[in-house]
C-alpha cells in the first residue's frame, strides 16, 4: 500500500492512501483520513502500512463482503471445532433469528459501532431482554474478534459498542410476621 502526508491547513495532516484503479471507471482512488497532528497521520499511516490489505479494504473491512456470508463462514470453520454442542446451538439461533434477518445484507465494511449500537438498540425495543441482548452484543463481538484474526476486517467495530446492563431483579424478603404464618401453614 502507498501513501503519503499532506498538510491541509495550519492544524490538519491527512494521511492519503492509493486505492488502486475503479475496475468500472477505470479512474484511480485515493482515501483521505484527516487528523490534527502530523505524528497521528504518520502512526495511522504505519499502521495501515503494515497491514496486508487488499484494494477497497476499508477500516472494518472489505466492501464486497456481507456478514451473512462470514457468519455462515464463521460458523463452519470456528464454531464447530471450537465450541459445545449447545452453545452452536445458540450461536446458529443469534444468527438466524437476529443477525441475518437484520444485518446479514450488509458489507462488513459498513458496520460500524453506530450501525451495532442501532441494532442492539432495535432489539431491546422489539422487547428481547436486557440479557438476552447483552449475550447478543458478546456473540457480535467474538465473530468481530475472530475476523481481527483472521484478516478480514483491521479494527473490532465491537470496542466501541456499550452493550445494556443486565437487570439484577431485587429480591424481596419475607417480614418476620410472614415467616411465622409459613411455618405454621408448613408444619
Known sequence: MRGSIVRRGPNCWAAVFYLGVHPETGKQRYRWVHFPTRAEAEAHLTRLASYPFAAGLGMYGSARVRLG??????????????????????????VR?????????????KIAPATIQQFLAQRLR??????????????????????????????????????????????????????????????
Open 97 to 109: 433469528k437476529h443477525l441475518s434477518t437484520h444485518l446479514g445484507h450488509v458489507p462488513i465494511a
Open 69 to 94: 456470508a462470514f457468519l455462515d463462514t464463521w460458523l463452519q470453520d470456528y464454531a464447530e471445532v471450537k465450541v459445545r454442542p449447545r452453545t452452536l446451538a445458540t450461536y446458529r439461533s443469534f
Open 126 to 187: 422489539d422487547g428481547l431482554s436486557p440479557t438476552t441482548v447483552r449475550h447478543l452484543a458478546m456473540f457480535i463481538h467474538v465473530v468481530f474478534q475472530t475476523a481481527v484474526k483472521w484478516g478480514v476486517v483491521m479494527k473490532n467495530p465491537c470496542q466501541h459498542v456499550d452493550p445494556p446492563a443486565r437487570r439484577v431483579p431485587m429480591l424481596r424478603m419475607w417480614t418476620d410476621e410472614q415467616c411465622r404464618v409459613f411455618l405454621k401453614v408448613a408444619l
